[in-house]
């Protein structure tokens, strides 16, 4: 599957749409195990589907490690008041890094391959990472939530580090 699967181009429209519920998870199986494999071949930690061309809201996430996790119609319960702030990356977007401020935890509900809801405290990077493919599924890149000279201030930084290959 995954020799299939491919990371769409960080301008791509598919990026900023809301994706559509999930309504047969057991359908997304075979999907989230080429997302899985394209993910860890390229060093991330989380995948959405609209990253690699699907219209489905669900994600992935996990270290090669372990533990991994397949979020179907995810949404959030409650965040905490805590903010921290700390550089992000997207596999969208290769080498570029943005400061964001997130909740430090969020408590998540989402559903798994069979069907069970499952609610959830993801704490430190599995929050953030949990709120960043989330906005995903919300259309919402992770570019979008910095201000504009942020955003330049990275992209030259990316441009210097890239060379000419960007």
Not at 8 to 14: K, L, R, S
Not at 75 to 93: K, M, P, R, W, Y
Request: net charge neutral.
């Amino acid at each position: 599957m995954n020799d299939k699967l491919a990371l769409v181009a960080e301008d791509h429209p598919i990026l900023t749409q809301v994706m559509p519920v999930v309504d047969k998870p057991k359908y997304v199986e075979i999907l989230s195990k080429g997302m899985f494999q394209l993910m860890w071949e390229k060093e991330g930690i989380g995948l959405a589907a609209p990253q690699v061309g699907m219209f489905l809201r669900m994600f992935i996430m996990g270290s090669k490690e372990g533990p991994h996790y397949v979020c179907i119609n995810p949404e959030v319960i409650e965040v905490s008041e805590n903010q921290i702030l700390d550089a992000e990356g997207c596999l969208t977007f290769p080498n570029l890094w943005l400061n964001i401020s997130r909740p430090e935890w969020v408590d998540a509900r989402y559903q798994t391959l069979d069907g069970s809801i499952v609610e959830r405290r993801f704490e430190g990077l599995m929050a953030r990472c949990y709120l960043h493919e989330l906005d995903h599924l919300n259309g919402i890149p992770f570019t979008t939530i910095v201000s504009k000279l942020k955003l330049d201030m990275a992209k030259k930084r990316r441009k210097k580090i890239m060379g000419d290959k960007r």
